[in-house]
């Protein structure tokens, strides 16, 4: 049999997409720093009461882009509108295929009137780079391996300061008043006798930064906010803690892309490797289907609305435009039954049958984790990455439920672990599955952060 070169003749050895990512041997996506600095209950609840590091510096890639078309490419793209665009600006770009279905979002930053840097995992800045290789865009991409995709030194380190002490800490170390600074808006502080780029935004309900920089300035930037953040009870969050904050504020991680069938994708899975975030990627959960268009959304399901714009041409605009005023999924938050998640831990100690093991704090054993859920026996939705925040004292979940289902207080059944023979991936132990009771509540579930991103967004 010949070796896969490519994500489309890996996909040619099964039967069909779905096989290839339920048994495919990767787990969850990994963030490479150390697990807990202190321990993540603390690190959890300084995230909402005083302040939190993160270091971000080696989990995402980063597509670095320059060219006189760069904002022809990711306006060509992106279902975001470029007119405000451009240098010390900010913004989540968000693509589809052709059809309307999603294919991922990442953070925009402008680097420059011909610069940007697209960073989160690496499946968009995928998409954007091979367009522009591909498609005759006068753009150059300089893409900056994830580290565990590469034994290259990264090319910058990024910090995140968040929580109520955040800004406090940060202006102690800029030496005065931070200003200048809107929402997803950048500028520069000082840190350490240097002028630091950083972007603002505050995903824990309170203005933070994100910084950036190149590596070789990393320990200095770390030494001189950690020293800062003492008097304001900051503390250093590892990946245990990381893992859990987007679901505390709504943010889905990551949905599968919309890339493993029809033939708009087909010249892109030649392109991508047989070896690769998108090839290796794992599907996992309760929810089953041989069709993995099942598994498919579209950025209003996601509750990205608000930012289609129809105000340019893109890919996936005429099939946009054309369900807009359809009724679509929504983006909740479930709340899991404490009595359920108990008798799934005490499962551990029989002698027969157990549950899926859910890992704390967060259980999330694929890439892309899809749990169906019932009401009534019906399918109404699917939950992704359940957590448990020690914020709220509760495991929760994100989750795509059908409209008419997705409204606080309704009372929906989650099915949890994979069916029996279900795939082999050797990260899902032998269990059974199990019904877990959840109810519905708002996203974010913090209305601080509710609240806080409505001001913002005014």
């Given at each position: 049999?010949?070796?896969?070169?490519?994500?489309?003749?890996k996909?040619?050895?099964?039967?069909n997409?779905?096989?290839?990512?339920?048994?495919?041997?990767?787990?969850?996506?990994e963030?490479?720093?150390?697990?807990?600095?202190?321990?993540?209950?603390?690190?959890?609840?300084?995230?909402?009461?005083?302040?939190?590091?993160?270091?971000?510096?080696?989990?995402?890639?980063?597509?670095?882009?320059?060219?006189p078309?760069?904002?022809?490419?990711?306006?060509?793209?992106?279902?975001?509108?470029?007119?405000?665009?451009?240098?010390?600006?900010?913004?989540?770009?968000?693509?589809?295929?052709?059809?309307?279905?999603?294919?991922?979002d990442s953070?925009?930053?402008?680097?420059?009137?011909?610069?940007?840097?697209?960073?989160?995992?690496?499946n968009?800045?995928n998409?954007?780079?091979?367009?522009?290789?591909?498609?005759?865009?006068?753009?150059?991409?300089?893409?900056?391996?994830?580290?565990?995709?590469?034994?290259?030194?990264?090319?910058?380190?990024?910090?995140?300061?968040?929580?109520?002490?955040?800004w406090?800490?940060?202006?102690?170390?800029?030496?005065?008043?931070i200003?200048?600074?809107?929402?997803?808006?950048?500028?520069?502080?000082?840190?350490?006798?240097?002028?630091?780029?950083?972007?603002?935004?505050?995903?824990?309900?309170?203005?933070?930064?994100?910084?950036?920089?190149?590596?070789?300035?990393?320990?200095?930037?770390?030494?001189?906010?950690?020293e800062?953040?003492?008097?304001?009870?900051?503390?250093?969050?590892?990946?245990r803690?990381?893992?859990?904050?987007?679901?505390?504020?709504?943010?889905?991680?990551?949905?599968?892309?919309?890339?493993?069938?029809?033939?708009?994708?087909?010249?892109?899975?030649?392109?991508?490797?047989?070896?690769?975030?998108?090839?290796?990627?794992s599907?996992?959960?309760?929810?089953?289907?041989?069709?993995?268009?099942?598994?498919?959304?579209?950025p209003?399901?996601?509750?990205?609305?608000?930012?289609?714009k129809?105000?340019h041409?893109?890919?996936?605009?005429?099939?946009?435009?054309?369900?807009?005023?359809e009724?679509?999924?929504?983006k909740?938050?479930?709340?899991?039954?404490?009595?359920?998640?108990?008798?799934?831990?005490?499962?551990?100690?029989?002698?027969?049958d157990?549950?899926?093991?859910?890992?704390?704090?967060?259980?999330?054993?694929?890439?892309?984790?899809?749990?169906?859920?019932?009401?009534?026996?019906?399918?109404?939705?699917h939950?992704?990455?359940?957590?448990?925040?020690?914020?709220?004292?509760?495991?929760?979940?994100?989750?795509?439920?059908?409209?008419?289902?997705?409204?606080?207080?309704?009372?929906?059944?989650?099915?949890?672990?994979?069916?029996?023979?279900?795939?082999?991936?050797?990260?899902v132990?032998?269990?059974?599955?199990?019904?877990?009771?959840?109810?519905?509540?708002?996203c974010?579930?913090?209305?601080?952060?509710?609240d806080?991103?409505?001001?913002?967004?005014?």
């Amino acid at each position: 049999m010949a070796v896969p070169k490519s994500l489309e003749d890996k996909l040619g050895h099964y039967q069909n997409p779905v096989d290839m990512l339920r048994n495919a041997s990767s787990g969850p996506y990994e963030f490479p720093v150390r697990a807990q600095f202190s321990n993540w209950q603390d690190e959890q609840e300084a995230w909402r009461t005083t302040a939190v590091l993160f270091d971000q510096s080696y989990h995402m890639t980063d597509h670095y882009m320059e060219g006189p078309d760069v904002h022809r490419l990711l306006s060509d793209l992106a279902i975001n509108s470029f007119k405000n665009f451009g240098n010390n600006k900010a913004k989540q770009i968000i693509v589809c295929r052709d059809d309307g279905k999603y294919l991922g979002d990442s953070i925009l930053f402008g680097l420059g009137e011909s610069k940007v840097n697209i960073v989160n995992r690496p499946n968009v800045g995928n998409w954007v780079q091979f367009h522009a290789e591909t498609r005759g865009y006068d753009v150059k991409v300089n893409k900056d391996e994830r580290k565990l995709d590469s034994n290259r030194p990264r090319e910058g380190y990024r910090f995140e300061v968040q929580g109520p002490n955040a800004w406090d800490i940060l202006e102690q170390v800029n030496g005065g008043p931070i200003t200048g600074f809107k929402f997803f808006g950048m500028g520069n502080i000082n840190v350490a006798g240097r002028r630091v780029r950083a972007l603002r935004h505050g995903m824990a309900g309170a203005a933070g930064l994100e910084l950036f920089g190149p590596y070789e300035e990393k320990q200095d930037m770390l030494a001189a906010l950690v020293e800062a953040g003492k008097d304001h009870g900051m503390r250093l969050a590892g990946s245990r803690t990381y893992s859990t904050v987007a679901h505390e504020s709504g943010w889905l991680p990551s949905t599968l892309p919309a890339i493993y069938s029809g033939d708009y994708c087909r010249e892109y899975r030649k392109w991508l490797p047989a070896r690769g975030f998108e090839a290796d990627a794992s599907l996992g959960g309760s929810m089953v289907s041989d069709n993995v268009e099942d598994y498919y959304l579209t950025p209003f399901d996601i509750g990205y609305g608000h930012i289609v714009k129809f105000d340019h041409e893109f890919v996936g605009r005429e099939a946009l435009e054309a369900i807009r005023n359809e009724p679509h999924k929504k983006k909740m938050t479930l709340v899991w039954e404490p009595e359920d998640v108990i008798r799934v831990f005490g499962s551990l100690f029989n002698e027969g049958d157990r549950f899926k093991f859910m890992d704390i704090p967060a259980s999330h054993y694929a890439t892309f984790p899809y749990d169906a859920v019932y009401k009534n026996g019906k399918q109404v939705g699917h939950s992704a990455y359940p957590v448990y925040t020690s914020n709220f004292r509760r495991w929760i979940s994100l989750c795509i439920l059908d409209r008419e289902e997705a409204y606080e207080g309704n009372a929906l059944t989650v099915l949890w672990g994979e069916p029996d023979g279900g795939s082999a991936k050797p990260i899902v132990e032998r269990h059974v599955q199990t019904e877990m009771r959840a109810t519905v509540t708002a996203c974010p579930i913090s209305d601080q952060a509710r609240d806080t991103y409505r001001q913002w967004s005014a």
